[in-house]
């Protein structure tokens, strides 16, 4: 993995008041993105606009497509025309880019997808927050494969996360999601840049061998095919059939077998590598809060409370939500006697946790349907009754 | 050199194929690979420098096209080779892009894509293959069946409207326009050289045989007598007014150069329009931008 530093042109180092929306824009900048591809769709179309207006002076193009089908697909061709790429959405418009999801997975392009979520399921709740599309993220496209999302909980993540999505997405050559939500797209916040050298950056896997020797899907050492871009003499193919390791289509259950496992395997074989939390007061814990996104902003109060009359709580911030922490989950699930995992969907993620937990410990969701964030009150309320 | 290969003749085109993925998937008769044959010679006659193109299809018969030309070559998405097409261009300006495929992927699944390309003049070739039906799935209607002919979806006849492509095309802002038929195999050829050379967007219309599917079918007999009647009903005339060209079932077929005009591309108006209200701040685009 070949690490450089951020390129300066894209980096507006410096402390600024800006809302999730555009810390997503500036996030992509200072990793080196120079090409968007985008469609408007409420509450995202803050960080399209930045990118529109930022762009021309840090050199790369903005296009805003015909539709989010046309976004996903312009995204994965301009990777392979050598650029790091991104684009923004919102609920509908994360749907009709499934397809595509796909493709890119299938094709192993690095490239990142940041989703400003809100109420669904159909047009739902425009204006207003969610965090309902998890699982869309990580099953939405059809067939088996393996993606990465990450949930930022501030304006300030949404910068962070963004730089370590386009990091794991050159890492693994995989899409990479930053799901955000409504509520953190619309906070203003202080969002602290840092200098363009303290910003490392993972490099493309560029292919260096001899031009007739290439195999786009020979796995290196470390499991990830090397890349290469066209124009550079490769006359290579690539296809979203079942392929082989020289790119071509190969429709038989062997090539099956190795080419998707491989997807999903280069994962989760990393997943302690690629897995980011942020836990609080672990240590003694009968309580584990277990959360991501705004959600753990909202929890911190409930925990607050809770810890004054007495019960002791812990929690883990999910930063990394797919690939999912089954170890640590399942460490934590013997020492604590509940998880109480609050989340603005009907309850996603916290089956996730269910599940690998078994019968070792409780597992209380704490559903909100979307519109607005949790009361702390009713967090507070499951942690007690789970306390009992 | 051993003696073998002095006396192995290669026909000229083997350069531009993927020979290592020979035999191909098209039907005896089928029209497709008379058009891959058209865009090799083009390629060829112009001397490409074929390091410096790139191939991308969506999904079909024509979609299969990506993958037997050993070029930089894409197989993506049904309907969205146009976009792909897109991001990949404006990535690597100093590429010519060309997307290959068929009339059901380019004006049905991806006819929002195709207006929009042509409205922006994003500068890609874009040759489409008529055979007047999903020939993939099993000859169901499309958007480009003749209104009377019989399809697999529409087994009493098609009673509605085709896509007249090069008047949407034109319409929509495309500077190069032009349909034939798989008979006219030079024209084809002349086409796509001349569409190799312009910057902007350029719609290659070639209406080809699907003899396995929309010909049985309809009874019009093999491959043979498609190309019969596109010798007996096709008529050349260039810089015809595009709203003429409808398509009947077995009627006539206007073909030739539409439309050769010059605009602006997408990356040449980005550029001058954001230096002019700019000025030096901005940070002209193009190839060097890597």
Redesign the interface.
Known sequence: MKKSKADPKGVLTGSHFMDGDYALAEGGLAAGCRYFGGYPITPSTETAERFSERIPYVGGVFIQMEDELGSIASLIGAVWGGKKAMTVTSGPGFSLMMENIGLACMMETPLVIANVQRGGPSTGLPTLTGQQDMMQARWGSHGDYEIIALSPDSPQECFDLTIEAFNLSETYRVPVFVMTDECIGHMHEKVVIPPAEEIELVERKWYKGPKNKYLPYKNDTDGIPFMVKVGDGYRFHTTGLTRDERGYPLLNAECQATCVSHLIDKIKDNADKIIHLKETDIDNAEILVMSYGITSRVSIKAVQEAKKTGIKVGTMQLKTVWPFPEKRIKELAGKVKAIVFPEINAGQVVLEAERVVGDKCKVVSVPHYGGWVHNPEDILNAIKEAAK | MNKEDQNTEKNPIEEIL?MD?MPHIWCPGCGIGTVVTSFAEALRKEKYD???I?I?SGIGCTGRV??YT????????H??A???????????P??KVVVFSGDGDISGIGG??LI?AARRNMDLVVICVNNFNYAMTGGQVAATTPKDANASTAPYGNFENAFNLPYITEAAGATYVARWTALHLRRVTKSIQEALNKRGFSFIEVITPCVTLYARRNRLGDGLNLLKYYYDMSEIQHGADTRTLDISYQGKLIVGKFVDKEKPT?LDA?NKH?SSV?GD?????GDN??
Do not use: C, E
């Open positions: 993927r993925r074929l390091d410096k790139a991308v990506a993958g050993k070029l930089d070559s894409f197989h993506t998405t309907g969205r146009i976009p792909f097409a897109t991001g990949l261009k404006l990535a690597k100093d590429t929002n894509h929009h997408f980005m954001l700019l701040k901005y940070q002209l685009y931008n890597d």
